[in-house]
């Protein structure tokens, strides 16, 4: 199958031949005929990455009068990006097409530039809807000549709100205009709208409903919580040509990791939704040319993001929505290319992973987190890989070497081959030297966890958990289960309120309403300050160093150390009497 056996014109088969298209992909096999020649409204499901804008793209070129100078079709992308994205591409493809104005309006741009543009007269618009109700408030834009309206990622736009927005612009647009709508997933709320707005719409399905991209790889490395960030550097440290966007759950998340891989010498930058458009701009351009190799962005600021030959895709823990998961995913293992993502989580996110498995139809590969002589060996492969393949100009480096040759000629090939990969390692050497192993053990057979759990019940019943571990100080807490307080609250409070050195923490013993854990004795003071004035939802957070002859079980610390604050106060009033 071709495009020209699909019924694309010449003009843009040579536009697409310019790209490098030879032959079709599958939803464009689907789809174009559809547009080209059949009256019903469409609804394409599809994987990002899988040529949909092609798919669409072309027959509305196609079906374009470029006599008349008035919006024909337009075409509604839930970002910034994605809409510059899907502009550039039309205009490559229509570039043997003459008189077609392609134009794309957005928000954080010059609104007049847009309006002197639409006024000059266009044919296709390829908007945001915040931008384009702007204009068509204003007068500028008129949609009663549209004949095709395109909703690209329509789940995104529906996750990040823009259901009235739609609503609204379709209210300007003929009754009898052909309606498009392509979705990466099809949860119940892109259901709705299209039983809403479309006309018995064809539905085209590339793959299967949800699933997950099919050159993609699913790897996930289960680790304590403590150490899921020791764990992304070990994943980056063993993937030497890595290029991946880092995916977290929150913008403090997100700079707090961004910030940390820079100082410790990754190419990395932060992208996420308080940046202004001008900052997103300059990180965005960055990672497309390469000069930073690790974006670590929240899911709202990556979405419509295109980025090609993406190598990697990280969750930082797993998003709570399945169809994130797979939009995520599917920023890697694009066009025919393979991809890997991975998720570093912890135990209690287990389950979560095994829904999304459910969901995508698709098995995750547990493995090991890189040791450090894996990583260090890897490194090393890379680097004689590269100064096999680096280009050497012979003219210009040949006057310098005498001289060099001369400084060196004590050394053996052997010695100068050492002192060549020391000057690339020794930073990594250093790092992992005696390196722990920080992989989770947690699948073991049943009779043997029973057993363990057994062993561990009857030796909590005579342990005091007041009392600390040798070397180690115990540390009280007000927080318990029942404030929703875990060892994962914990260690996260720990990690972002403790100044200084990271703290290894020990035993945890979580009870309703309090909590005692282990710290190395030197660390002891430094937590106690740290917490002291914390909050956690709501409560004002009480900690000091735990006393093995208090009971915590029938009064708080706080009220305790309170009541002897109280008589001492009593006591110095009597001694001053």
């Not at 070129?61 to 990006?81: C, H, K, M, W």
């Not at 949609?143 to 789940?155: F, G, I, K, R, S």
């Not at 709208?193 to 479309?198: D, L, P, T, Y």
Request: proline fraction near 3%.
């Amino acid at each position: 199958m071709t495009f020209q056996e699909l019924g694309i014109d010449d003009a843009i088969l040579r536009g697409i031949a310019d790209m490098g298209f030879e032959n079709p992909m599958p939803i464009q096999e689907k789809v174009i005929p559809s547009l080209l020649d059949g009256d019903r409204d469409l609804v394409g499901l599809a994987q990002t990455g899988t040529g949909k804008t092609a798919a669409f793209g072309l027959p509305v070129i196609q079906r374009t009068d470029t006599s008349r100078r008035v919006p024909q079709a337009l075409i509604l992308a839930p970002t910034r990006e994605l809409c510059l994205q899907i502009a550039g591409d039309l205009a490559d493809f229509s570039k043997y097409v003459p008189d077609l104005v392609v134009l794309p309006v957005y928000g954080g741009s010059s609104i007049e530039s847009q309006i002197r543009a639409l006024r000059q007269g266009v044919q296709i618009i390829v908007a945001t809807p915040g931008r384009l109700i702007d204009l068509i408030n204003r007068g500028v834009v008129r949609l009663e000549n549209v004949h095709t309206v395109v909703l690209d990622e329509a789940d995104e736009m529906l996750n990040m709100g823009f259901v009235d927005s739609i609503n609204d612009i379709l209210s300007h647009v003929p009754e009898n205009r052909k309606m498009l709508m392509f979705s990466a997933t099809m949860p119940a709320e892109v259901a709705r709208i299209a039983k809403r707005f479309m006309h018995n719409p064809e539905e085209i399905v590339v793959g299967t409903r949800n699933e997950g991209a099919k050159n993609v790889r699913h790897i996930y490395y289960m680790v304590n919580a403590r150490d899921k960030y020791l764990a992304l550097k070990r994943v980056v440290d063993n993937n030497p040509n890595i290029y991946a966007i880092v995916f977290c759950r929150t913008r403090r998340d997100t700079q707090e990791i961004a910030d940390n891989l820079i100082q410790d010498g990754y190419n990395a930058e932060a992208l996420h939704g308080d940046l202004s458009q001008q900052q997103r701009d300059i990180v965005m351009k960055k990672f497309r040319d390469r000069v930073i190799s690790l974006l670590v962005a929240t899911d709202v600021a990556a979405r419509g993001l295109d980025v090609d030959d993406l190598t990697h895709v990280i969750n930082y823990g797993l998003p709570d929505d399945t169809a994130v998961y797979t939009h995520r995913s599917g920023r890697t293992g694009r066009a025919g290319k393979t991809g890997v993502s991975i998720a570093i989580i912890h135990s209690r996110e287990k389950g979560k992973l095994r829904e999304i498995e459910r969901i995508i139809g698709k098995k995750f590969e547990r493995k090991e987190v890189p040791t450090p002589e894996h990583i260090i060996e890897k490194q090393l492969y890379n680097l004689a890989d590269r100064l096999e393949r680096v280009e050497v100009n012979e003219d210009e480096i040949s006057k310098y070497l005498p001289g060099v040759l001369r400084k060196l000629s004590w050394l053996s090939t052997e010695d100068l081959l050492k002192r060549v990969l020391s000057l690339e390692f020794n930073r990594l050497l250093d790092y992992y030297k005696d390196a722990p192993n920080i992989d989770f053990i947690d699948e073991k057979p049943a009779k043997e966890r029973k057993e363990r759990k057994e062993r561990k019940e009857r030796s909590d019943h005579d342990k005091d958990r007041r009392t600390a571990e040798r070397g180690m100080a115990r540390i009280y807490v007000n927080l318990g289960k029942g404030d929703g307080f875990y060892a994962g609250n914990l260690i996260d409070m720990l990690n972002k309120n403790v100044s200084g050195a990271r703290v290894d923490v020990g035993r945890i013993d979580l009870l309703p309403s309090y909590s005692l854990f282990d710290v190395k004795k030197s660390d002891a003071k430094r937590v106690v300050s740290a917490l002291k004035g914390l909050e956690f939802f709501g409560k004002q957070v009480f900690s000091e160093i735990a006393d093995a002859e208090r009971d915590y079980a029938s009064t708080s610390g706080r009220k305790a150390k309170g009541k002897e604050k109280k008589t001492d106060r009593k006591a110095e009033r009597k001694g001053r009497k």
